[in-house]
């Protein structure tokens, strides 16, 4: 077999897959937990199909002596539960990939693809431990024995997470540790992490995209959730309703979009700190909602956790194609600020960061996801999370307070009723410094340029691109969001030294000295998950400067490590497009 290669390998890519209700979430938690207990990094992505049953989902978990946070195509070890493989992950099986699954079940299928395949009676083995649904725990074992990993930790996992159910937790004990067996005899030794250095430091935190998101909102203070759910975005609004004690929130589930917007609008203006979770269909119908925050001057975080459109398009399934969606969102013209995070550190940063400009700026502030960042996770040291601080309080406010005072920054002292003796306007017209609606036409111009100046402090305060390769670099790649990681690692499979990257994590407003690098690019590359090159569209209109060649991708699926630099090293070395 071939699990002793593997221990050369830098890495290990496990995938399982099987139809939903089969608890391949419950097998990635536990695995998870398990590795990072041993000492190894771990990184993790979830597929799955939308439907409640049936279908095939699978889950990818990357095991490394040095951390990962980026999603391969290569699979070494696949493990598969049910019949009706994706094509998708039938692509990705090479004669390399060691295939664990019930031949009986299976009946023949992925036999044909030049992988090892090795029997394992799945459905004879759950049977005997007590019916179908120990399969999974069967399939855990497995993998933990071939990996050469033992089951203390799968004992403590099914202790927690079945607590109170004593057969349950016994039966799930017992089958682990018949698969475990199994594992043990097929790898004969040679586990695929077996004589490995295990890391000692204190990297022990698994954290996903959602959570840090959430997690991120906490710490800025946030006590206002509201959202209709929606995948991939549901996960914040599950969270926060969780922790909604912990965290001094109210967490309210609402009957449509519309709602949840101007609630939290209200919400704002009484003096809450809100966030809105939803996807771009939900956002769609946040226009309205966003405009009416625009012209009262109220902080507002949106989360935004894009998937593939039109419409309902593919509504698990994982896209960049939301930018312009949150960039000319609302009518008429009023400042915004625009992140979308790369990592799980900046998932936790950058949205304390959207609450500490929507309220400094008394603006929307808009927090760009994607389905693959939400479900994405990896292990980390929670050191490593930075807390910014929360916002200050709001202004206690004097009898003669105005709300809309004109300011030379366009900044009006915040006030929320009841804290202090004046009086706080709001209005969805065009109003006065006070509150009061006038049809006044210098009125409105010198209200509306009040609201623009604050794009000047937002954009004096944005995060700049994070620049790394050679300062006399030839060729530039740039890329956003959720696929930073992946084209990071692409670009250090390819070792050139004449490309430099340009990581964005703010998309509006740009930071000035973008235009200074980018113009000192002769060939730019951006890397988009996208079929319109979003944002070098929007680096074209603002610096005079897009890119000579996109790589984009807009099928649905994430980016791959192989696929990125595959893509990137055609087009760096001028061997054609990829438009």
């Not at 938690?29 to 041993?38: F, G, H």
Request: aromatic share 8%.
């Amino acid at each position: 077999m071939r699990f002793s290669a593997l221990k050369k390998s830098k890495d290990v890519c496990c995938v399982l897959c099987g139809a939903a209700g089969l608890g391949i979430q419950t097998v990635e938690d536990m695995l998870a937990r398990i590795i990072v207990d041993e000492g190894f990094f771990v990184f993790g992505s979830r597929e799955y199909m939308s439907r409640v049953r049936g279908g095939n989902n699978s889950t990818e978990i990357r095991i490394s002596d040095v951390p990962v946070h980026a999603l391969l195509d290569r699979i070494d070890i696949l493990v598969v539960l049910s019949p009706n493989v994706r094509q998708n992950i039938r692509e990705r099986i090479t004669g390399d990939t060691v295939i664990l699954g019930d031949r009986e079940l299976l009946n023949g299928e992925l036999e044909d693809l030049g992988a090892s395949f090795v029997d394992i009676p799945l459905s004879k083995l759950a049977k005997e431990a007590g019916g179908k649904i120990y399969s999974n725990s069967i399939a855990a074992g497995v993998l933990l024995g071939v990996l050469g990993l033992g089951t203390e930790g799968a004992d403590t996992f099914y202790r927690r997470r079945f607590a109170g159910k004593d057969d349950v937790i016994e039966k799930n004990i017992a089958a682990c540790a018949v698969g475990h067996e199994l594992g043990l005899s097929i790898s004969e030794g040679e586990g695929a992490l077996s004589g490995r250095r295990p890391n000692t430091g204190t990297e022990k935190m698994i954290l996903n995209g959602s959570d840090a998101v959430s997690l991120g909102a906490m710490a800025a203070g946030c006590t206002f959730v509201t959202a209709y759910p929606m995948s991939p975005a549901t996960g914040v609004l599950s969270f926060f309703a969780k922790n909604a004690e912990k965290a001094g929130a109210v967490v309210e589930q609402v009957e449509d979009e519309i709602s949840a917007i101007n609630m939290a609008v209200g919400a704002s203006y009484a003096g809450a700190r809100p966030m809105v979770t939803t996807s771009g269909g939900g956002f769609a119908l946040m226009g309205e909602g966003l405009s009416l925050a625009g012209v009262m001057e109220t902080p507002v975080v949106v989360h935004l956790a894009q998937r593939p459109g039109p419409a309902t398009g593919m509504a698990t399934r994982t896209e960049q194609a939301d930018l312009d969606l949150a960039l000319f969102s609302g009518h008429g013209e009023f400042p915004r600020a625009i992140f979308a995070p790369g990592t799980m550190e900046s998932g936790f940063a950058i949205t304390q960061r959207a609450f500490l400009t929507a309220l400094k700026y008394q603006t929307p502030a808009i927090v760009l996801t994607d389905q693959y960042f939400m479900n994405a996770f990896y292990n980390l040291d929670p050191e490593s999370l930075e807390y910014l601080g929360e916002p200050p309080l709001p202004t206690e406010t004097p009898e003669d307070y105005r709300r809309y005072e004109d300011s030379p920054d366009g900044c009006s002292p915040f006030g929320v009723p009841g804290w202090g003796k004046g009086i706080v306007g709001a209005d969805s017209h065009e109003h006065d410094e006070i509150g009061h609606v006038y049809e006044d036409f210098k009125l409105r111009k010198r209200m509306q340029d009040k609201r623009l100046r604050k794009l000047d402090g937002m954009a004096a305060e944005a995060l700049p691109p994070f620049f790394s390769g050679p300062e006399g670099f030839e060729k530039l790649v740039i890329c956003w969001g959720s696929t930073i990681p992946i084209v990071r690692e692409a670009l250090s499979l390819l070792e050139r030294s004449d490309t430099a990257l340009l990581e964005f994590e703010q998309l509006w407003p740009l930071h000035g000295g973008t235009g200074e690098v980018l113009a000192r690019a002769p060939f730019i590359v951006s890397v988009e998950g996208n079929s319109t090159g979003q944002l070098s569209r929007l680096l074209q209109s603002v610096f005079g400067r897009g890119s000579d060649e996109a790589i984009l991708k807009y099928s649905g699926l994430q980016f791959s490590v192989e696929e990125v630099a595959e893509r990137l090293g055609t087009v760096l070395s001028g061997k054609g497009g990829n438009r």
